[in-house]
């Protein structure tokens, strides 16, 4: 199981402006925050995954890594549609618009974004597709 995901920001409060509507609508809470880190998760279970966004421990400029990728999973292509638009509202960009995606099996249905620093997101459902 996944302890936590952390990716780094260059600028923290314009990643807070990204990420704090989006995890709100996920459900998430507010699990630490100080002046070089926030993180999200549900305060009340510590075996529930949490996601940081923060500076780069070692002091240097936080970077990309190119096919680094976190997904999160819902049980409806609507929740997927909203978080899409929240986080293009809110200073992402878009890496694939909603919609289903047969090649990665029937049903999977996903949307693609880039934070404000470019860290990829996904938003899935794996459920089959509705006849």
Not at 47 to 63: H, L, Q, W
Not at 85 to 102: K, L, T
Request: charged share 25%; proline share 6%.
């Amino acid at each position: 199981m996944m302890a936590y995901t952390m990716v780094g920001t260059r600028d923290l409060e314009k990643a807070l402006r990204f990420y704090a509507p989006l995890f709100t609508e996920m459900g998430l809470d507010v699990c630490w925050k100080d002046d070089v880190s926030i993180s999200y998760g549900k305060a009340d279970d510590l075996n529930f995954p949490r996601f940081f966004v923060g500076y780069p421990f070692d002091g240097n400029e936080a970077s990309v890594g190119n096919g680094a990728m976190t997904a999160f999973q819902f049980p409806a292509p609507e929740k997927v549609d909203k978080l899409y638009g929240v986080a293009i509202n809110n200073g992402g960009s878009d890496e694939g618009a909603p919609g289903y995606r047969p090649r990665y099996g029937d049903g999977f249905y996903a949307a693609y974004v880039r934070d404000p620093d470019g860290n990829k997101l996904a938003f899935v459902v794996y459920s089959k597709k509705d006849a």
